[in-house]
């Protein structure tokens, strides 16, 4: 394969920036632009210091640190130039190596060779772009497992037990005459139905890794001056929302990705849900009205320290459908809120001082709980995107109506050919068997340098 480069580190100035060049001969053309130790006679993970160049013209000092096929990320020869992190320099260098042979990458294309190379399955290819976009610690373990090939072996095991099925179905239908077993459609069914098992372990956790990989769609609603801009800025950790004390100022919707623990909410901060004469006000509520709508949990704020007012009522008339917490902020102040409305309406409530950024943890218990986000979620495998997903629901349908057929009596031919598609369908998963269309596809996410 050609020579590829790119800079691996983000296009921002810092204090070391990366630039990786990968193929058959990359070493040559890192050759041409390193001076210090001939990168040709380097051994694989060792490194040089030494002064990258364009011709004659000096253009940093660089460590080079060489891998040699196969035992590299792509598992091609690979030599990664460490300078300083300017934008220019990272540039110019990049550029010399265009120069002297080298092809710009494609976004992902370091990690499509590794797959292409064998270096990786494909769902451990997705992981590698998971981890990159991983916001918190929960996120980062779900890519983690993924990276370490735990849906790569559940899958795998699926279909190397449907693999010797169609092994026993066809020795036994090509070549009547020998004396090969029947296959039984008991026995048949029984390992089928294990197979469907272990495929639905797969799903199991699917939503609530999705919320976790994805974020929950949030909304505090509440009416003005309870805090809720105070809340949002207090999760999003800055100023974002305006907070004052005059009611009714946070007009439109300010949307953000903030961290509740490890569960990311994306949040929009709304205007407050009540009942007005004011036209601009009005807008305001009716796009929080709509908001609501879309979200899957609805923060509903509360002033502890004021009796609940027509507006709260309002509100929580609104919001009877919904998954609501009740949050009880300004717990620092004297509290003078009856909460018995909550407790009648089945309403999970929370106590919070928003100022003092107090009672947060809580706050994300009842979160975790209203969405059985636990440890479970991320300590098994489970299929991380909605292509993953449909390769085993496929999968899963193939299975499910073989087990139908054999129940039915039917011959078994017609369930080879279902197992086939079983197969087929957990093969594209891994990668093993797939179209360009899709490769292309999983890996047009990445960005470049990956
Ligand atoms: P919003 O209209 O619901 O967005 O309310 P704001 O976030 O703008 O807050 C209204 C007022 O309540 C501001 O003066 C905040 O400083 C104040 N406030 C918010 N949270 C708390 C809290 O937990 N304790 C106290 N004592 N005041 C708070």
Known sequence: MSVIAAISTPNAPGGIAVIRVSGEGAIDVAARVFRGKDPRKM??????????????????????????????????????????????VTKRILRTLLNNGAEIAQPGEFTKRAFLNGKLDLTQAEAVMDIISARGSAELKIAEGLREGAVFRKVNSCSKRLMKLLGDLAAWSDYPDEDIPYVEPEELSHELKSIREELNSLLKNYDSGKLLREGIPTVIVGKPNVGKSTIFNSLSGCERSIVTDIAGTTRDIVEESVMLGDITLRLSDTAGIHETEDIIEGIGIRIAEKALENALLVIAVFDGSCPLTADDFYLLDKLNAHRIIAVINKSDLEQRLDESIFQEKNIHTVFISAKNSSGLTELRYAVEEMFSLNEECFSTATAANERQKNCIVSALDSVTEAINALDRGEMLDGVNVLLDEAEQSLLELTGERVTNAVVDEVFSRFCVGK
């Open 43 to 88: 051994e694989g993970y060792t490194c040089a210091y030494g002064c990258a160049y364009d011709g004659d013209e000096r253009l940093d000092d660089c460590i080079l640190t060489v891998f040699r096929a196969p035992h590299s990320y792509t598992g091609e020869d690979t030599a990664e130039f460490s300078c300083h992190g300017g934008l220019y």
